[in-house]
Nanobody, 126 residues
Framework: QVQLMESGGGSVQAGGSLRLSCTVATPGPDSVCMAWFRQAPGKEREGVAHIYRPGGGTSYGDSVKGRFTITQDKATYTVYLQMDSLKPEDTAMYYC???????????????????WGRGTQVTVSS
């Protein structure tokens, strides 16, 4: 069982920045892929970004490309999501997720991450 501990959500005005953190309590093969997903009220959960921890390769959802950056601190098994130029439509519950290869931003299907954090709320006001 992979345990994930998230932090860093909050409220910010449009154009502002926030950084989310997710620490893997039990790193291993089942957490080589780390991702952030989000879900707004009444909408489906969508993939935001993922990182392949050993190699550092990343991928982003179209709606956040150029504004969000996923990074990691290998020493502390922590993954970060730096969110800049935030928009009201970025308001959602953000979830950290982990799983084995292949890394995926798909919430449905065989490659959906296996483990999930409890979520942290991000609210962007106009």
């Amino acid at each position: 069982q992979v345990q994930l501990m998230e932090s860093g959500g909050g409220s910010v005005q449009a154009g502002g920045s926030l950084r989310l953190s997710c620490t893997v309590a039990t790193p291993g093969p089942d957490s080589v892929c780390m991702a952030w997903f989000r879900q707004a009220p009444g909408k489906e959960r969508e993939g935001v970004a993922h990182i392949y921890r050993p190699g550092g390769g990343t991928s982003y959802g179209d709606s956040v490309k150029g504004r969000f950056t996923i990074t990691q601190d290998k020493a502390t098994y922590t993954v970060y999501l730096q969110m800049d130029s935030l928009k009201p439509e970025d308001t959602a519950m953000y979830y950290c997720a982990a799983g084995p290869l292949p890394c995926s931003l798909s919430y449905q299907g065989p490659n959906t991450p296996r483990y999930w954090g409890r979520g942290t709320q991000v609210t962007v006001s106009s």
